[in-house]
């Protein structure tokens, strides 16, 4: 459900951008996600499909994602390690005062244009 | 190859949104009327401790209500019984308000003369912390039931709130909830985050939040 409202805005900015550019039709949209970030890429791709036959300017649009690996940094002895399969605890000192670094990104990186 | 111009955007999808709530936050400033964007799960008792609180804040404060749910008025019905001003908002399918529905909320309810806009966010610990309401207060509710493990499990709403209050302290005695861990975890994520226990069905610890919420929106109407 969360993903409805993601796509009504990044359609939106598309629109806005290649009105903007004087663009007629837009051939592709890249995203850039994080790999925590709470956007699951299939559901984005379905809501996207449907929201491209409801948009003139974007119909038949591509949707290219490309995902950024989450990367986390631990406070107390400055490593960084891999977010996804150890989660806030540090795997060198056991700290919790972790935070994330990237992977939390969810942005329209560019699009395609005729 | 077709060739195919490029545009970059580099833009956050949510930097739309954030700007606008900013906006928002402004235009609330200048009208007088505190914004409170309270979220929770379904079923942590938002609507009971907002009923409890009203009736502590009313005499002095005046508040409006904004109830948002994807579907029907049993809260917006609820709330009214209290005699403040309420609307329900209907978010069609979607799982939050982002800062141009609430300022469409807002224009709705109508906030002249209004100290106090407490908005009832979609019941979901997800979805409604990724959004900037434009509100000056986040606050939270977590209750007892659901278990001390969520600060772990759904960080980003302890990150965002100014407040975590814990409902149904009266049932303590039946579940394994740590109000040790719970604090701790939910500080590890937000080390200024204010905590308050109650029971919205006994009164307990209500004081105490009123009273916060009071000086806070004090402190906001004196700022510049």
């Given at each position: ?7 009504f ?15 007629q ?55 960084t ?14 700290s ?14 560019e699009?395609?244009?005729? | ?7 970059q ?5 949510f ?22 964007n ?6 942590s ?17 005046s ?28 978010t ?12 469409q ?18 019941g ?23 278990g ?5 499990k ?13 409902n ?17 975890f ?27 919420l ?11």
């Open positions: 459900m969360h993903e409805l409202g993601v796509v805005r990044v359609s939106d900015s598309v629109v806005k951008v290649a009105e903007q550019n004087n663009v039709r837009v051939h592709s949209v890249t995203l850039e996600i994080g790999q925590v970030s709470t956007v699951i890429p299939e559901y984005l791709e379905d809501i996207w499909k449907w929201n491209c036959k409801r948009v003139p300017m974007l119909n038949d649009c591509e949707l290219i994602i490309e995902q950024i690996h989450a990367i986390t940094r631990c406070e107390d002895c400055g490593k390690y891999d977010t996804v399969p150890q989660g806030i605890t540090c795997p060198y000192c056991g919790e005062h972790t935070f994330l670094v990237t992977g939390n990104e969810f942005n329209i990186k699009i395609a244009v005729e | 190859m077709d060739s195919y111009r490029i545009i955007l580099k833009q956050s999808v930097a739309d949104n954030d700007a606008d709530a900013d906006l928002l936050r402004r235009e609330m400033k200048e009208k007088g009327a505190f914004l409170i309270l979220m929770s799960s379904p079923g008792g938002k609507t009971t401790t907002l009923t409890k609180l009203i009736a502590a804040l009313k005499d002095e404060l508040i409006g209500v904004m109830e948002a749910d994807i579907d029907s008025d049993v809260d917006a019905d609820t709330i009214s019984a209290t005699g403040v001003k309420v609307i329900q908002l209907h069609g399918g979607m799982c939050h308000l982002d800062a141009d529905m609430t300022r909320g807002i224009r709705q309810l109508g906030i002249e003369g209004l100290d106090l806009v407490i908005l009832e966010n979609v979901n610990l997800v979805c409604p912390a990724e959004f900037d309401t434009g509100a000056a207060l986040n606050m939270m509710i977590l209750s007892v039931p659901e001390h493990d969520k600060p772990l759904y960080p980003l709403v302890f990150q965002v709130c100014n407040a975590m209050i814990i149904k302290t009266d049932v303590l005695p039946y579940f394994d909830f740590d109000m040790e861990k719970v604090s701790k939910a500080r590890m994520r937000n080390p200024n985050i204010e905590i308050f226990p109650i029971s919205a069905k006994t009164g307990d610890g209500i004081d105490a939040l009123a009273a916060w009071k000086q806070q929106v004090k402190k906001w109407k004196e700022q510049e």
